[in-house]
């Protein structure tokens, strides 16, 4: 399978980080893709449906297979296509590679990633320093201790893994969304504190965000801007 070049359609939304995560990963292994671009802001089509009953993005057609699901699209194209993104399970090491992947991943999305929007959702500045420093604790408690080989990648590695594949388009947003500060999303102090209080995160993450691979598609303004209007339509929903 891994020899070839497939046919794939990459059905996607550049806005989104989940369907980022199948872009990264179509980089950094060199395949060439279709893309068409699913307009999230109105329903899904009859067509889109029948890719993926589920209207999300992002999927894959691959060799006329459908496959849903950003994490499995991203560990299916790594198996597919063996690469530095991970080794296989049947290598030397390439089993425990797996789990320390997967722990990592899960840390950051179950343990750090869920801090993310309370801190958007925040009204007051007070309120977004306590809710960032939830996100900051659970980076110093959960991810610091995983990152003191990286190298400058995850597990000492000098090319992408499949952790950064998978985290990579959540990081560029947690490290310049901040950076717009007029859109008072942030505290001031979230990226010092998280520089200062977790220095090996930091070297890790933007290690992995100044790669061609990981911000290629992303237009920094554009979501730091979306993202505040997302968070005024949430507020006054509530
Ligand atoms: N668990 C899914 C999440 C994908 C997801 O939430 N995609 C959003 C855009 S960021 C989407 O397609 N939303 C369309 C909708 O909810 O109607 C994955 O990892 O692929």
């Keep these: 399978m891994g020899s070839t ?37 109105v329903p899904r089509t009859a067509e889109y449906l ?14 006329g297979a459908i496959i849903t699901e950003s994490a499995i699209v991203s560990q299916f194209l790594a ?16 089993a425990l590679q797996r789990a320390r992947i ?27 320093e306590v809710e960032a420093q939830k ?13 003191q080989n990286a190298g400058p990648f995850f597990g000492g590695s000098s090319k992408l893994t499949l952790a ?8 560029l947003r947690a490290l310049t969304i901040p ?4 859109l008072n999303l942030f505290p001031k102090s979230f990226l010092p504190n998280l520089e200062a209080k977790a220095p090996a995160f930091w070297k890790w993450a933007h290690a992995v965000i100044q790669e061609k691979s990981v911000n290629h598609i992303y237009d920094e303004q554009g979501v730091a801007e979306r993202t ?11």
């Design 50 to 63: 029948k890719v993926n009953p589920r209207g999300l993005v992002p999927s894959i057609n691959y060799n």
């Design 164 to 171: 950064e594949v998978l985290t990579g388009s959540f990081l």
């Design 135 to 147: 996100f900051v604790d659970a980076v110093v408690k959960e991810l610091e201790p995983q990152l």
């Design 228 to 238: 505040a209007e997302r968070v005024k339509k949430m507020i006054a929903s509530k």
């Design 79 to 94: 198996d597919a296509h063996p690469s530095h993104l991970v080794k296989k399970s049947d290598e030397e090491g390439g």
């Design 179 to 182: 950076k717009y500060e007029h």
């Design 102 to 128: 997967s722990y990592f991943v899960d840390a950051y999305f179950s343990k750090v990633n869920s801090n993310f929007y309370p801190i958007l959702k925040a009204q007051s500045e007070q309120e977004k």
């Design 5 to 41: 070049s497939p046919s794939i359609i990459l059905y996607t939304n550049h806005n989104c980080p989940w369907a980022h995560r199948a872009h990264i990963a179509l980089a950094e292994l060199s395949l060439p893709f279709t893309e068409e671009i699913i307009d999230l802001s």
